[in-house]
């Protein structure tokens, strides 16, 4: 993955590591991230994770509220919370210590350890960074309304060819309520999005996105 691409994420806070590496930008995950999972899926032990069904690996420690609904190919990490009402279309991977909660959709993505999406959201041909978090009934929109393909206007324009790319959060980042990141929007680590906003292109780590054309630095801390 490209430098300005890595430092979003921490790679170690994730059994996805060898999957981000492999590729160039972070979307290039979406092509085999089916085969990845069911390559890595049929090596974890046993005695740690439970096979369920077609392509699904659910960590013997995790809690899943029995409303929820999961297809395969999906590999669910320890520690992980799913709350009532959950839907997990296939082509995930949950990490570490994540929280997926009440009547939240989520599809052909990736959540490092500790991320979090607790209230109606939706998160879809995407990646959360370890720890960041999505507030109440924000979204990752991931499809044009012209359905055309998305470019990516981050640290460079990128017409991707794909019609289905969600966002890319960088770790610890925080996504206020209401939110909605359109197509191939990139939030950088540590940085918050007010709530109610609409955000395209790219949030750089440690800024505050209060509206758009007003993005400012905010104090880097941990």
Not at 15 to 40: M, N, Q
Not at 50 to 66: C, F, H, L, Q, T
Not at 125 to 141: K, M, Q, V, W
Request: glycine letters at 12%.
């Amino acid at each position: 993955m490209l430098k300005e691409y890595e430092e979003l994420f921490s790679l170690d806070k994730t059994i996805a590591k060898d999957l981000l590496l492999s590729v160039r930008y972070p979307w290039d995950i979406f092509e085999s991230l089916d085969s990845f999972i069911l390559s890595l899926g049929e090596l974890l032990p046993s005695e740690e994770y439970e096979k369920r069904g077609n392509g699904i690996w659910v960590s013997r420690d995790v809690k899943i509220a029995p409303s929820v609904e999961i297809f395969g190919p999906v590999i669910i990490d320890k520690g992980v919370e799913i709350r009532h009402g959950a839907f997990i279309r296939g082509s995930v991977i949950i990490g570490k210590g994540s929280c997926l909660g009440n009547s939240c959709e989520i599809k052909s993505s990736i959540m490092l350890d500790g991320a979090c999406a607790p209230h109606f959201n939706y998160v879809g041909n995407s990646i959360l960074g370890a720890f960041a978090h999505l507030g109440a009934g924000a979204i990752t929109s991931n499809l044009k309304s012209d359905k055309s393909s998305i470019t990516v206007k981050s640290f460079q324009n990128i017409d991707t060819g794909l019609r289905k790319i969600g966002a890319f959060i960088g770790d610890k980042a925080e996504i206020g309520c209401g939110t909605v990141l359109n197509p191939g929007t990139v939030i950088g680590k540590n940085s918050v999005v007010y709530p109610l906003s609409s955000v395209r292109g790219l949030v750089p780590s440690y800024h505050i996105y209060k509206g758009e054309g007003n993005i400012v630095k905010r104090e880097k801390r941990d």
